[in-house]
């Protein structure tokens, strides 16, 4: 069993920085696949950045592309997405997830475990 905590949300202005952690537990991490979806208000959830369970493949959605980085810490069972020049359309709960398997999934339905959520809200 694997737990994802996210943290690091909070409040910025627009062109601001962020940058999110997810802490995993258990030992089998490193086989995970592990990926950035976010969630706004009266929205799907949707895929914004992903990573394979060895680091060597990113995916990210257009929008973000350029501004965001998604990130791994094997040693500390760690996740991050440094969010960079924000805009107020990148409020949302941001949600941590991930799934033993060596493909990169970008969809909600093909992740097994699921962090509660993290707040950002970006002002213009």
């Known amino acids: 069993q694997v737990q994802l905590v996210e943290s690091g949300g909070g409040l910025v202005q627009a062109g601001g920085s962020l940058r999110l952690s997810c802490a995993a537990s258990?030992?089998?991490?490193?086989?995970?696949?592990v990926a950035w979806f976010r969630q706004a208000p009266g929205k799907e959830r949707e895929f914004v950045s992903a990573m394979s369970r060895g680091g060597g493949s990113t995916a990210y959605i257009d929008s973000v592309k350029g501004r965001f980085t998604i990130s791994r810490d094997s040693a500390k069972n760690t996740v991050y997405l440094q969010m960079n020049s924000l805009k107020p359309e990148d409020t949302a709960v941001y949600y941590c997830?991930?799934?033993?398997?060596?493909?990169?999934?970008?969809?909600?339905?093909?992740?097994?475990?699921w962090g509660q959520g993290t707040q950002v809200t970006v002002s213009s």
């Open positions: 997830a991930g799934r033993p398997t060596p493909e990169l999934p970008k969809t909600v339905a093909e992740y097994t475990y």
């Open positions: 258990g030992r089998a991490f490193f086989m995970f696949a």
